[in-house]
């Protein structure tokens, strides 16, 4: 087992607690850790599951984050993709300097901004796994569908040997090779949602579906190819856009969750 470390400086403002709670979203997501000082997770970084740990050394107005990997036989090149992605996933560049300037002159939207000042808006790792959660969120509660992703971590993600508690990464699409929808609805998947699940990873895996290609497509574009997967219509396209791609697309279609609970 080997560990590397690294430093991110993120555009400031920046709060990785308001960030980290972001993409966890409930305090019963398994996925995405939070002690209160250190963001946790398994990440599948060039086909290796590896163990991540964030904490930040600087204020929000002069932020560092300091990662530890850890991993068997990491190598620069792990630590090149890992920091590539937790700057995506962490929105580390995003600068909001130009909204910060418009909510300054709205009363309404001001004293909100100013509580969550520092908050950048995150990112899934990949879009496969923005889709999944839309799919397992539609038409439940947020508290159900984070329940149904993490026991979908636990049963189908690979294992990180560079974790103490044997923590697993959220599956990819070729872990649903040989998944069966009776097993999926023992987690507690409906059966349409777990066909869809599983048709869609083996889609991709037989390269008939690139969904990271939506990244590089217009939102709207965008919203209309993945209205078009069976089993997704309807909110998940929301979700997917504001925090699968690199782009938000209007308040109407950000994913507020994690500011109201």
Request: net charge neutral.
């Amino acid at each position: 087992m080997s560990r590397r470390s690294f430093s991110i400086k993120p555009v400031p403002p920046f709060r990785l607690d308001l960030t980290a709670w972001a993409l966890r979203r409930r305090p019963e997501n398994a996925i995405d850790r939070w002690d209160g000082s250190i963001y946790q997770r398994v990440l599948m970084v060039d086909g290796q599951a590896m163990e991540v740990a964030v904490r930040q050394s600087g204020g929000p107005e002069a932020p560092q984050l300091e990662v530890d990997l850890t991993g068997p036989r990491l190598t620069m090149r792990h630590e090149g993709s890992a920091r590539a992605l937790l700057e995506r996933m962490l929105g580390a560049h995003k600068d909001l300097q130009p909204f910060y300037k418009l909510a300054s002159h709205d009363p309404r939207l001001r004293p909100l901004v100013d509580e969550f000042r520092g908050l950048k808006a995150p990112q899934f790792p990949t879009v496969f796994e923005a889709v999944a959660n839309g799919i397992a969120c539609q038409q439940l509660s947020l508290l159900v569908g984070i329940l149904l992703l993490s026991r979908l971590a636990s049963k189908v993600g690979t294992v990180s040997r560079g974790s103490n508690d044997a923590e697993h990464a959220f599956p990819d699409p070729t872990d649903f090779s040989g998944v069966k929808v009776e097993s999926l609805k023992l987690l507690g998947f409906s059966a349409n949602k777990a066909q869809v699940l599983i048709d869609i990873s083996s889609a991709i895996r037989d390269r008939r579906l690139n969904l990271e290609s939506l990244a590089e497509l217009d939102n709207q574009i965008a919203i209309e190819r993945l209205v078009e997967l069976k089993g997704s219509v309807g909110g998940p396209q929301n979700t997917f856009c504001s925090e699968g791609l690199d782009d938000w697309i209007s308040f109407r279609e950000m994913t507020w969750g994690p500011v109201r609970n």
